[in-house]
């Protein structure tokens, strides 16, 4: 049986900063590594149908990832991409485990809320047997905290380029 998580937050910055986080190379390879993971895209094309291959280490070398050594592989395919409002990805795990072979499907919905303010919510459905909803959840929250520092830090550079 697969299961679904739903995490949000505020973020301040606008749609349009927050999506282009969601869809910029760079931005991914810093926000969507959980906290003790770096990120690693391999390929990279931002159109429906298109999408990208990223690799999430581990810092922790005797933490065992779910495609090798300490690290989780993962092809995320684009299935819509409607600007500043909705991103949705097919995310496959590369593993020979059971367990990890079920596309899961990423959607994250944007929503005004007032003046450069945005509430991001990241809803997975179909996620595989091997990731709990709990762990799925905490990885979550920390991608969002880690989106929000990257769009502050990124949004304070270029105030003080000015």
């Known amino acids: 049986m697969s299961s679904a998580t739903t995490n949000s937050k505020i973020i301040h910055a606008t749609r349009q900063h927050v999506y282009e986080a969601l869809t ?3 931005a991914l390879e810093f926000w969507l590594a959980p906290d003790q993971m770096t990120g ?3 390929d990279f094309d ?3 149908g298109g999408g990208y291959t990223m690799s999430l280490f581990y810092t922790d070398n005797s933490i065992k990832g779910k495609t090798s050594g300490n690290e989780d592989r993962y092809t995320s395919t684009f299935i ?3 600007p500043y409002e909705k991103v949705v990805h097919s995310i ?3 593993s020979e485990k059971k367990e990890f072979e079920e596309a899961m499907i990423m959607e994250v919905f944007l929503e005004e809320k007032g003046k450069d303010v945005t509430n991001v919510t990241i809803f997975f459905k179909n996620i595989p047997a091997g990731i709990t909803p709990e762990d799925n959840e905490a990885g979550t929250k920390e991608s969002l905290d880690k989106l929000a520092r990257y769009l502050e830090n990124n949004n304070r550079s270029a105030s003080e380029k000015k």
Do not use: P
């Open 92 to 94: 496959t795990f590369q």
């Open 24 to 26: 910029q190379k760079e």
């Open 80 to 82: 819509e991409l409607q």
């Open 46 to 48: 931002l159109s429906v």
């Open 40 to 42: 690693k895209i391999h």
